[in-house]
């Protein structure tokens, strides 16, 4: 299960349109042929959740996310009964009459009321091959969730009381994110091989914009990438992602913008800045300024 070699990792991403470094490849290389959870941690929009895309794409496996929540808990996070259905058989035995409680009981417990979430998803076969378990945002849960997962992915199992213990033929590929809005307990963090997912520079990330975005021009996608780098660099309450950047170089396609201006950047600052403090911040002169550091540094950027 996995890739050859690390080159053969960069490779099967960028052919998903995913541009990885040597750092990201390796330890997704290491975690598939280990069988190690992989726990990626980083910013918001640095690119932590489409690799688990990718990754399903490259290997042709399904992709089961469970998107993480303050208040999760294991119940939700692997089944639950049809209760409606369930009622609906109740009514059906009590309208027929004679019905024998302790075979109702059983046939309303039984797989044909079970409704499967993510993690229990992920522990049954896949003719494709294991899936992709994508636990993403772990850190907007709570330690007893935490505590929870430590058991099913060492064991790669989870326990149904009316059903028994189901464990996986084949352990799924585990990918776990993290925006660090608080610290995931080290106990989780040591099953799995860690990486951080940092902004990429300004060479990685146009090469991510031209395979996501190839509509736009180079001297276009030049722009766009130079302003969101030194956009990063200022005082701001939360900086764009890679995220951003693609979405704002759509949005400058969807006006028909050609080359950046002051007036086009104050226009679309809401396709990379999400706070009212950072836009207001960014307009004015503020753009202005940011082109014209861009334009004194022009030879600096890739031709």
Same mark, same amino acid.
């Given at each position: 299960?996995?890739?050859?070699?690390?080159? *053969?990792?960069?490779e099967?991403?960028?052919?998903q349109?995913?541009?990885?470094?040597?750092g990201?490849?390796?330890?997704?290389?290491?975690?598939?042929?280990?069988?190690?959870? &992989?726990?990626?941690?980083?910013?918001?929009?640095?690119?932590?959740?489409?690799?688990?895309?990718?990754?399903?794409?490259? &290997?042709?496996?399904?992709?089961?996310?469970?998107?993480?929540?303050?208040?999760?808990?294991?119940?939700?996070?692997?089944?639950?009964?049809n209760?409606t259905?369930?009622?609906i058989?109740? %009514?059906? *035995?009590? @309208?027929?009459?004679g019905? $024998? %409680? $302790?075979?109702?009981?059983?046939?309303?417990?039984?797989?044909d009321?079970?409704?499967?979430?993510?993690?229990?998803q992920?522990?049954?076969?896949?003719?494709?091959?294991?899936?992709?378990?994508?636990?993403?945002?772990i850190? %907007?849960? $709570?330690?007893?969730?935490?505590?929870?997962?430590?058991e099913a992915?060492?064991?790669?199992?989870?326990?149904?009381?009316?059903?028994?213990?189901?464990?996986?033929?084949?352990?799924?590929?585990?990918?776990?994110?993290?925006?660090?809005t608080?610290?995931?307990?080290?106990a989780?963090?040591?099953r799995?091989?860690?990486?951080?997912?940092?902004?990429?520079?300004?060479?990685?990330?146009? @090469?991510i914009?031209?395979?996501?975005?190839?509509?736009?021009? @180079?001297?276009?996608?030049?722009?766009?990438v130079?302003f969101?780098?030194?956009?990063?660099a200022?005082?701001l309450f939360?900086?764009?992602?890679?995220?951003?950047?693609?979405?704002?170089?759509?949005?400058?396609?969807?006006?028909?913008?050609?080359?950046?201006?002051?007036?086009v950047?104050?226009?679309?600052?809401?396709?990379?800045l999400?706070?009212?403090d950072?836009?207001?911040r960014?307009?004015?002169?503020?753009?202005?300024?940011?082109?014209?550091?861009i334009?004194?540094?022009?030879?600096?950027?890739?031709?």
């Amino acid at each position: 299960m996995g890739f050859a070699t690390i080159d *053969a990792v960069q490779e099967a991403l960028s052919a998903q349109g995913y541009v990885c470094g040597r750092g990201l490849a390796t330890v997704v290389f290491l975690s598939l042929k280990l069988g190690r959870p &992989l726990f990626l941690e980083g910013e918001a929009g640095t690119g932590k959740t489409e690799i688990a895309k990718a990754i399903a794409a490259a &290997l042709g496996r399904r992709l089961i996310r469970l998107q993480c929540y303050e208040g999760l808990d294991a119940a939700s996070a692997v089944y639950e009964w049809n209760f409606t259905a369930q009622m609906i058989a109740i %009514r059906t *035995a009590e @309208a027929q009459g004679g019905a $024998d %409680r $302790d075979a109702l009981k059983v046939e309303l417990f039984s797989p044909d009321f079970l409704i499967e979430r993510p993690l229990l998803q992920a522990m049954r076969p896949d003719p494709a091959g294991a899936p992709v378990l994508l636990i993403d945002e772990i850190d %907007r849960t $709570d330690e007893p969730f935490e505590a929870f997962l430590l058991e099913a992915l060492s064991d790669f199992q989870v326990t149904i009381p009316e059903l028994g213990t189901i464990k996986a033929d084949a352990p799924p590929i585990v990918i776990l994110t993290s925006n660090r809005t608080r610290e995931v307990h080290d106990a989780l963090k040591r099953r799995c091989l860690y990486h951080w997912v940092d902004y990429p520079d300004l060479d990685r990330e146009l @090469a991510i914009l031209q395979a996501r975005v190839p509509e736009a021009s @180079a001297s276009l996608s030049r722009a766009v990438v130079a302003f969101v780098q030194r956009l990063r660099a200022e005082d701001l309450f939360k900086r764009p992602g890679v995220a951003e950047t693609i979405d704002w170089a759509k949005c400058l396609l969807a006006l028909d913008v050609i080359e950046l201006s002051p007036e086009v950047i104050a226009d679309t600052l809401g396709a990379i800045l999400k706070y009212q403090d950072d836009i207001q911040r960014l307009q004015g002169s503020e753009a202005k300024r940011i082109l014209d550091q861009i334009a004194a540094s022009a030879p600096a950027l890739p031709r």
